[in-house]
């Protein structure tokens, strides 16, 4: 029996993104029977079972996910090849993205209107998230992600260089002093960032003129959530180090300070990652939109 592999491919990728048969059959607009029957027929020919099926969810097995982590760029790399032969051929298709919350909230989102207005057929499929995602078991495309990355199955590619600032609110140091040296830190209190994998406090940077310098500042409030981050800021709880566009606001309007202007903190790296060496068109426009986003507004 003859079967539209292609096809029988696509429908699998997008079970295991979409989560179920019901929202896979709707976002491809086919009826229920043909995914079921899709999976079927790529399972037979495959010779293995690849994903285990219950009322409630869908779990792969380890075929499905060495299947699914295989055959996705496979896929890419056929649309890039019908792209490549039909130049005049508008993107179209889904992109699965993840990002920092503030990022998305405060500089992606604002401008996505622009994105859409040069690739109107694109869906985007946004999720922002201060955690560390597993992008196989999520379905990810490409992720954003600051600083230096861990070790991991995937691609990176650097986007920009965020500017990053230290500062409090007025009330914090009108009860505890503003510090003047990097040392004077050790007497006051930090609201601390914890990494969301490793569970460890993230250090403090800041310049100096022998380099850079790493410094754990003691504090009673540990967050990993961006709004929670700097409304604790607001409210006086303590110090605060982060990204240059989640303070500048409220230091507009004199609800934060910034602190230790003369040992400014290092910028940090933001990188796209993707899960395989072959980048997407898709992938790639965004990449390059986000560059350019960024790049306007330094």
Not at 181 to 186: F, K, P, V
Not at 219 to 244: C, I, R
């Amino acid at each position: 029996m003859q079967i539209n592999l292609f096809e029988c491919i696509k429908i699998f990728i997008e079970i295991v993104e979409s989560g179920s048969f019901t929202q896979a059959a709707d976002n491809l607009q086919i009826h229920r029977p043909a995914v079921t029957k899709a999976v079927q027929q790529l399972e037979q020919h495959c010779g293995a079972r690849l994903m285990q099926r219950t009322t409630r969810r869908i779990n792969l097995t380890s075929e499905g996910e060495e299947f699914y982590r295989r055959s996705k760029p496979l896929l890419s790399q056929a649309d890039d090849l019908l792209d490549a032969f039909s130049p005049e051929r508008a993107l179209h298709g889904q992109i699965r993205v993840d990002m920092p919350v503030a990022f998305a909230a405060s500089v992606v989102v604002p401008n996505l209107a622009d994105f859409y207005l040069q690739h109107p057929d694109i869906e985007i499929i946004l999720s922002s998230s201060d955690l560390r995602r597993d992008m196989l078991h999520d379905g990810l495309d490409c992720a954003l992600r600051m600083g230096e990355l861990e070790d991991g199955e995937y691609v990176a590619r650097k986007i920009s260089n965020l500017e990053m600032l230290t500062c409090a609110s007025p009330a914090y140091l009108a009860a505890h002093g503003t510090p003047e040296t990097i040392e004077d830190l050790q007497q006051h209190q930090a609201i601390n960032w914890v990494n969301s994998s490793s569970r460890q406090i993230f250090p403090w940077f800041f310049k100096t003129a022998t380099g850079a310098a790493e410094v754990y500042i003691p504090g009673k409030l540990v967050l990993d959530n961006s709004g929670t981050y700097v409304a604790a800021g607001l409210a006086g709880l303590g110090l605060l180090q982060g990204m240059a566009f989640l303070f500048k606001p409220w230091i507009e309007k004199g609800l934060l300070v910034e602190v230790l202007p003369g040992n400014p903190c290092p910028p940090r790296k933001l990188s796209l990652i993707y899960p395989h060496r072959h980048l997407s068109r898709k992938v790639r426009v965004f990449s390059d939109w986000l560059q350019n986003l960024l790049s306007q507004q330094h």
